[in-house]
């Protein structure tokens, strides 16, 4: 979401509202799919989009900050979410990184919870900071485990870590109290990051060099005008993160679902591409559309593509 406007700063009201409006009026786009399931061994990667993804992981089906709903109070979805709930295997663990409305979704929880018991699942476990759970107490999820940073709790054979990240946490402008971070999940060799919303800082090296992530999932959009650089990163910023956090794979997110800020919807994923090739790491940045699944087997390589 936007940095939080403060009475100093009151001439961004006249933003906030052009990029309201000018969403209510553009044409929804996109499709939906379902997501291919992946083999026991095997870690599958479905985008559906701006930061929401499902992972399936060590057995496990976790998804990470799902939205899936058309509109946030008054801010409108510009592209459909790439896989429906009701297409979503049973669902054993939500991830929710920080109370933003754009990550947090109270309605797509509840339909998410009851899709699972329709299953014949029971509730999925929650995993949120410190400061989220009133939050989500009351939705039905099976347990509301709640995390500070490098926090571990673990789902069956995988071991979640929460991990720091340079944001903020609140969901109305004065409950400050809240926690905000992201996860590295882990399984035998595999190891996914998921950072939240952040801007760059010295953490993803401390991550790295902590944690061994080999797949991150990094956010690309929302950094123009250049203060909101300080808690989301530009694509070069992302590209830096990744580079420090020593990860083998990034896949962008956070870019392209809601207009959060002046550039073009269209602007993040060329302008990472540009940069990765300068770079030379090209080969090493993973772009998803919204529903396509990549499935990566046991000895890390990239096997399998659905669109």
């Not at 969403?23 to 997501?35: D, N």
């Not at 089906?61 to 979805?77: C, I, Q, S, T, Y």
């Not at 801007?199 to 401390?206: L, S």
């Amino acid at each position: 979401m936007p940095p939080r406007l403060s009475r100093r700063s009151s001439p961004n009201l006249k933003f906030v509202f052009d990029i309201i409006t000018q969403s209510a009026f553009e044409p929804m786009q996109g499709t939906h799919q379902k997501p291919m399931l992946a083999a026991p061994g095997e870690l599958a990667v479905t985008f559906i989009g701006h930061s929401s993804f499902l992972l399936q992981m060590g057995g496990l089906n976790v998804l990470l900050d799902p939205v899936f709903a058309k509109w946030l109070v008054v801010m409108r979805r510009l592209r459909r979410p790439g896989v429906r709930i009701q297409d979503l295997p049973p669902i054993d663990a939500v991830l929710l990184t920080h109370a933003h409305m754009d990550h947090l979704n109270l309605p797509s929880l509840r339909r998410i919870i009851w899709h699972s018991r329709r299953l014949g699942a029971r509730g999925p476990i929650a995993l949120v900071p410190e400061g989220v759970e009133d939050l989500v107490n009351t939705l039905g999820f099976s347990q509301v485990v709640t995390l500070r940073w490098w926090g571990k709790a673990s789902l069956g054979p995988v071991e979640v870590t929460m991990t720091p990240a340079q944001h903020w946490g609140a969901r109305m402008m004065r409950d400050t109290h809240r926690g905000f971070g992201g996860y590295v999940l882990s399984c035998g060799r595999q190891s996914v990051y998921h950072s939240g919303d952040t801007g760059y800082f010295a953490g993803f090296r401390e991550i790295g060099q902590r944690l061994h992530p080999e797949l991150a999932l990094l956010p690309i959009g929302a950094y123009n005008p250049d203060g909101f650089r300080r808690v989301h990163t530009s694509p070069e910023d992302a590209l830096r993160g990744f580079l420090d956090l020593g990860a083998q794979k990034m896949v962008p997110m956070h870019y392209g679902t809601f207009r959060l800020s002046q550039e073009p919807m269209d602007e993040p994923l060329p302008r990472l591409i540009q940069a990765a090739e300068r770079a030379g790491v090209i080969d090493r940045i993973v772009p998803l559309s919204e529903g396509e699944t990549k499935i990566f087997s046991r000895s890390r390589v990239l096997e399998k593509t659905a669109r």
